[in-house]
């Protein structure tokens, strides 16, 4: 019976953790691939690389609440109006938070985004 030795070496590479929060804006350049780019890149070094797994929820926890705020927000503009508010909260959400993210992943610290509904914990 062989027995092959699975263990992955850790590598610290946070240029890829900033590339991965400062990827959420490719949504603004291209339309999609704010939630594309991100999920390939965690799942691709979620295990080589030391805290993408944390991060990587967090930024996918992120997009997916976008989503799912902008589904409500467009047909609760209807009810009084408040969907713009909705949608004006989410377009600050999604512009603000993967900047002061990608600045705490260059420091080392854990990502901490506001508003976001944890699917993936």
Do not use: C
């Amino acid at each position: 019976m062989e027995v092959v030795n699975q263990n992955i070496a850790l590598r610290e590479d946070r240029n890829l953790l900033i590339i991965a929060h400062l990827s959420q804006y490719l949504d603004y350049i291209t339309g999609f691939g704010g939630l594309i780019v991100p999920f390939v890149i965690w799942l691709s070094t979620k295990d080589s690389v030391i805290g993408m797994n944390e991060h990587g929820k967090a930024i996918i926890n992120l997009q997916l609440s976008l989503i799912l705020y902008v589904i409500i927000g467009i047909p609760a503009i209807l009810l009084l109006g408040a969907g713009i508010l909705l949608l004006i909260f989410t377009g600050i959400l999604s512009f603000v938070m993967p900047i002061v993210n990608a600045v705490k992943a260059a420091n080392g610290e854990s990502p901490s985004y506001f508003g976001t509904i944890r699917f993936i914990s």
